[in-house]
C-alpha cells in the first residue's frame, strides 16, 4: 500500500509490526524484550483503564498497590504457583552500584549482596496473600475486593510487541471471600465484565470458557478465559479469571472468624487484563492501510483538518473549524483540531488513516462558502460532502453506527471461523487450512491434550461455557468424550 | 486521645505513623523500604493522579511508557547524573530461577546472567534521552512533551511510609524544545503547575524557589521547587522542576535540524512529584483526632451514616439515606453511605473521624420526623442539627468554606513561621526553638552552605522566586550575599 504496509495476505506477522510502528503506537527499547508504549498507544491504553476501572469500581473493588519486589522464598510458598512463575523472571541480587577502582565505570558493588534475592513480580499472588494475612482477622473483613493497575516481569526469550513482552502492565484483581460460592460468583461476574468490555468498547466477541487442567493458572482451581479470534485464523487469550479456592489462604495460612467465632480459610479469586488488549485491538478490526479504532476506544473520534493553501481567507477556515470542534466537544464526542502548520492535509490524511481515527471531517474555502464539510469514514473509507448544519447531530449517529458495525462484522467473521470437526484428520486439515475454532469432542485427559498439541500445535481454548454438553467420541482416543471443546492455535 | 492516637506535641513521629496506620493508608511490607499503599490511601493518590493528570493534558502534554529496567552503562553517560544516582539501585544480575538440586526450594540459576546488568530505574531521563535520539529529527518533532506515571526504586536505608521508600509512585514529565528559551518557560510552568495544584486542591500553601547548585538534580542546570511547611516546623519538599540544558541531549546525541537545515542540540525539562506528596498532605492540616483531608482532594467528600437501633423504621430511615445519596451525587459531591449493619454507628463516627472525611451526615428517627439532619465538620469538629430542605445546596458551599478555611489556616501558619535573622546566632536559634524557614543572607558559596549545614542540620531550602533581591552580608562568612535565601531543617 502506498505507505509501505504490507498487505495481511503478504505478510500477516509483518503487518501487524508495521502497524505498531507506522501508528505510533510502540517501539522496541534498548532493553531486551521491553517495549517503549508511545504517546498515541498509550492513550488507547489509558482508554482501556478508564474503561475497565470504572467497571471494576461499579462492581464494588477498590484500587491498592503492592510492592514490585517479592522475596525469593515467597514464590516457593504455593506448590504449583512455584512451578509455574519461578522460572523466567527477573532477579535483583545486589542493591548498589560503585566506582570502579580500575576506573571502568561503574560496577555492582559485591558489598551490596541482598540476603534474600528479590524477585521482579511476575504476578502478585504471593505478596498480595502475604498481606491479606495481617487484614482478614473476621467476617467482617470479608469480602475483600481490590485491584491493582501494574506492571509486571516474566523474561519471554521471544516477544512481540503488546503480545508478549518481558515488562508489561496490567490490573490484576485479587479478592477473598468467607464463602466458596460466593468466590466462585466473583470469578463469573468478573468474567463477565471483561466480556462485555471486550464486546461493547472493543467491538471484539469473545468466547466465554473454562480452561483444562493443562491451561489453568498456576495455582487456580478454575481458570476462566474470554478467547478471540484474530483475522489470520488464530485465537488469543484476552483475560482470565481465576478461582483460586483456598489454595493461596492455605499457603500463606489466611484465616477468618465467623460469626460463631470459628476460624475458616477464606476463599480466593484473582483476574487480569494487560497491553496484550492492545495486539487483540490492532488485530481485531485493521485493516491493509492500519490500524482501525473502534468508536468507543478512540482517543479521538474525530479528526478536523483544514484544507488552505496560503493564508488567505485562513483565519476565517481556522474559526469555523475551532467553532466546530467545541461544538462537538460539547456533545461529548473526543475531537483533535489538527491545524499544525508544519504538515500538509495530504500527509495528514495519510497520518490519521494509518492511526485509525473512525471519521475524518475535512473543511476547506469552499465547504465555508458553501456550508459542507468532508466527512470519510476510516472502516468503510467511504466519503461523503454533507452540510454543516446538522454535524452535530450526525457525528454522535454515525459514531455509534461505526462501533455496531464494526462488532457485527468481527461477530460475523468470528463465527465463520468455527468449524466442527468429528475426526482428527479433519481437526489437521482444518487447522492447516481455514484457522480458527475447531470444536471437536475430546476425552477429557492431559494426556490426548498434550499430545495433539505436540503433532499440530493447536491447544484447547477453552471449554465454551454456552457450548453444547451432547455427549460424543474423542477424535484422537475414541474414548468417550463428554462435550465438545473448541481446539485452535493462538498467540 | 480516644483511638490511641498520641498528640503531636507529645510524639510527632509517632502521630504521623500512627494517623497512617489507623487512617488505613499504607503499611510497610514484607519486602524492607516497600511500602503497601492501602485502598484508601490509594484513592486519594488517585485523586491526586486525576488532579495533575488534567493539568498536564491541559499544558500539552502525552502520556507514556517507558522501561521499568536501565542498562548499567546509560547511567554513566551524563558524568553528574551518574554520581547522583547510580549509587543505591536495585541491581537485576539474573533471568532466571531453578529448583535446588539439594531439595533446597528454588536458587538462581547461575548459567542465567546477564551480560549487562539492569538497573531499576531510580529516575528516567537515560532510558527516555536514548529513546528521544530515535524520536527527533526535526524541528517538525519539537516541542516533545511526555509524562509517564511510573514506580521508581532508590535503595534508601532509613525509609518512613510515604516520606521515604525504597519503591515509590510518581510522575515524570520529560520535555525536548529547540529553544533555550522555550525549556526554561516549560520549567516554570510545570513549577506553576505544581504550585496551583498544591495551592487549589491539597490546600497546602508553597513558596517557589530556585535550588542551590548543592541541592539541584543531578544533570541539571536549574532546578525549581515548591517548598512547603509542616506542623512542626520541618519543610518539604513537595515537587521539582528541573531545567536540563543540553546535557542529556549531548549525552545521547539528540539533534534536530532546525528550518534552515542546521543540526543543534535540543534543550530538555524534568519535572516530578511523588507518593511524598501523601506525607505533605497528612502533616499540613491533619490533629490530634487523625486526619483532616481537604474537600477537593477527598475521597469521600460526605459520609452519611443511618443511626438505628432494632429494624423498626429502618427500611424509611435507609430510603432517605439513598436519596440524599443520589441526591448529592447528582449536585457532583463524592459521597460515601455506610449503612453496613456489621459495624455501630460509634465505630463509623469514629473511623470517618479518623479518615478526615470533610462533612458526616447523621440521619436518626427523630431527624426523619422532624425533617433534619446532623452535620458534623471535620475541620473545626463543629455539629449542628440543620433541615434537610436546602441540604444539596448547603454541602457544596460547606465544602468550599472548609477548603479556603484550611487553605488559609495553612497559610496563617506557614507564614508565621518564616522568620528573618541576620546573624549565624540567631538562625541556630531560630532553628532549635521555633524552626520553619528562616530568611537570611548568605555569600552563595558551596563551602559556607555546606558548613552551615553540617553544623545545623538545615539546608537551603531554595532563593524564592518571590522574595526580596535586597543585598546585605552573609551570616556565616560575613561577605556580600546578594539576597536572602531560605532556611530550615527538612524531610
Not at 472502516?379 to 454543516?388: A, Q
Given at each position: 500500500m502506498a505507505k509501505g504496509l504490507p498487505t495481511r495476505a503478504e505478510n500477516y506477522a509483518e503487518w501487524y509490526l508495521e502497524i505498531i510502528k507506522k501508528a505510533s503506537l510502540a517501539e522496541n527499547s534498548a532493553v531486551r524484550g521491553c517495549m517503549v508504549i508511545k504517546p498515541y498507544?498509550?492513550?488507547?491504553?489509558?482508554?482501556?483503564?478508564?474503561?475497565?476501572?470504572?467497571?471494576?469500581?461499579?462492581?464494588?473493588?477498590?484500587?491498592?498497590?503492592f510492592p514490585l519486589?517479592?522475596?525469593?522464598?515467597?514464590?516457593?510458598?504455593?506448590?504449583?504457583?512455584?512451578?509455574?512463575?519461578?522460572?523466567?523472571?527477573?532477579?535483583?541480587?545486589?542493591?548498589?552500584?560503585?566506582?570502579?577502582?580500575?576506573?571502568?565505570?561503574?560496577?555492582?558493588?559485591?558489598?551490596?549482596?541482598?540476603?534474600?534475592?528479590?524477585?521482579?513480580?511476575?504476578?502478585?499472588?504471593?505478596?498480595?496473600?502475604?498481606?491479606?494475612?495481617?487484614?482478614?482477622?473476621?467476617?467482617?473483613?470479608?469480602?475483600?475486593?481490590?485491584?491493582?493497575?501494574?506492571?509486571?516481569?516474566?523474561?519471554?526469550?521471544?516477544?512481540?510487541?503488546?503480545?508478549?513482552?518481558?515488562?508489561?502492565?496490567?490490573?490484576?484483581?485479587?479478592?477473598?471471600?468467607?464463602?466458596r460460592q460466593e468466590a466462585i460468583d466473583e470469578t463469573v461476574q468478573m468474567l463477565n465484565v471483561y466480556a462485555e468490555f471486550a464486546e461493547t468498547v472493543m467491538a471484539m466477541p469473545v468466547i466465554k470458557g473454562v480452561k483444562t487442567a493443562n491451561e489453568r493458572f498456576a495455582g487456580a482451581e478454575d481458570t476462566y478465559c474470554i478467547e478471540a479470534m484474530m483475522q489470520d485464523g488464530k485465537a488469543l487469550q484476552a483475560g482470565t479469571s481465576h478461582f483460586l479456592g483456598q489454595n493461596f489462604a492455605k499457603a500463606f495460612d489466611v484465616k477468618f472468624a465467623d460469626k460463631t467465632g470459628q476460624l475458616e480459610y477464606v476463599w480466593g479469586?484473582?483476574?487480569?487484563?494487560?497491553?496484550?488488549?492492545?495486539?487483540?485491538?490492532?488485530?481485531?478490526?485493521?485493516?491493509?492501510?492500519?490500524?482501525?479504532?473502534?468508536?468507543?476506544?478512540?482517543?479521538w473520534q474525530v479528526v478536523i483538518v483544514p484544507i488552505y493553501r496560503g493564508s488567505e481567507g485562513l483565519d476565517q477556515l481556522k474559526d469555523k473549524c475551532y467553532e466546530l470542534k467545541a461544538a462537538l466537544v460539547k456533545a461529548g464526542v473526543r475531537v483533535k483540531l489538527d491545524d499544525d502548520d508544519k504538515q500538509t492535509p495530504g500527509w495528514k490524511f495519510a497520518e490519521y488513516e494509518l492511526k485509525g481515527v473512525p471519521l475524518r471531517i475535512a473543511i476547506g474555502p469552499r465547504d465555508l462558502a458553501n456550508g459542507t464539510l468532508e466527512?470519510?469514514?476510516?472502516?468503510?473509507?467511504?466519503?461523503?460532502?454533507?452540510?454543516?448544519?446538522?454535524?452535530?447531530?450526525?457525528v454522535p449517529q454515525l459514531l455509534t453506527q461505526i462501533q455496531d458495525s464494526l462488532y457485527?462484522?468481527?461477530?460475523?467473521?468470528?463465527?465463520?471461523?468455527?468449524?466442527?470437526?468429528?475426526?482428527?484428520?479433519?481437526?489437521?486439515?482444518?487447522?492447516?487450512?481455514?484457522?480458527?475454532?475447531?470444536?471437536?469432542?475430546?476425552?477429557?485427559?492431559?494426556?490426548?491434550?498434550?499430545?495433539?498439541k505436540e503433532e499440530t500445535k493447536a491447544t484447547i481454548r477453552c471449554l465454551p461455557i454456552d457450548g453444547s454438553l451432547e455427549p460424543g467420541t474423542c477424535i484422537y482416543s475414541g474414548q468417550p468424550s463428554a462435550r465438545r471443546v473448541l481446539f485452535a492455535r493462538a498467540y
Open positions: 498507544g498509550y492513550a488507547i491504553w489509558e482508554r482501556i483503564q478508564s474503561e475497565l476501572d470504572r467497571r471494576f469500581k461499579d462492581t464494588g473493588h477498590s484500587n491498592a498497590y519486589f517479592i522475596p525469593k522464598s515467597y514464590l516457593s510458598k504455593e506448590a504449583s504457583h512455584v512451578e509455574g512463575f519461578a522460572k523466567e523472571c527477573a532477579v535483583v541480587t545486589h542493591y548498589r552500584l560503585k566506582n570502579d577502582p580500575n576506573g571502568g565505570g561503574v560496577i555492582v558493588d559485591p558489598d551490596a549482596k541482598l540476603e534474600e534475592e528479590l524477585i521482579v513480580r511476575p504476578t502478585s499472588e504471593t505478596v498480595i496473600w502475604s498481606t491479606y494475612k495481617n487484614w482478614i482477622q473476621s467476617y467482617r473483613d470479608l469480602p475483600l475486593l481490590i485491584n491493582q493497575w501494574a506492571n509486571v516481569v516474566r523474561w519471554e526469550m521471544r516477544t512481540r510487541l503488546f503480545l508478549r513482552t518481558a515488562e508489561f502492565l496490567w490490573q490484576e484483581g485479587h479478592t477473598a471471600h468467607a464463602l479469586t484473582s483476574w487480569g487484563v494487560s497491553t496484550r488488549l492492545m495486539g487483540a485491538l490492532i488485530m481485531a478490526h485493521s485493516d491493509d492501510d492500519g490500524l482501525v479504532l473502534p468508536p468507543n476506544l478512540a482517543p466527512l470519510a469514514r476510516r472502516d468503510t473509507k467511504t466519503k461523503e460532502s454533507v452540510p454543516m448544519d446538522g454535524i452535530v447531530e450526525l457485527n462484522k468481527a461477530l460475523t467473521f468470528r463465527d465463520s471461523m468455527i468449524t466442527e470437526v468429528n475426526t482428527y484428520d479433519e481437526l489437521k486439515e482444518v487447522l492447516d487450512t481455514k484457522g480458527g475454532f475447531v470444536s471437536a469432542h475430546w476425552d477429557g485427559t492431559s494426556e490426548t491434550e498434550t499430545k495433539i
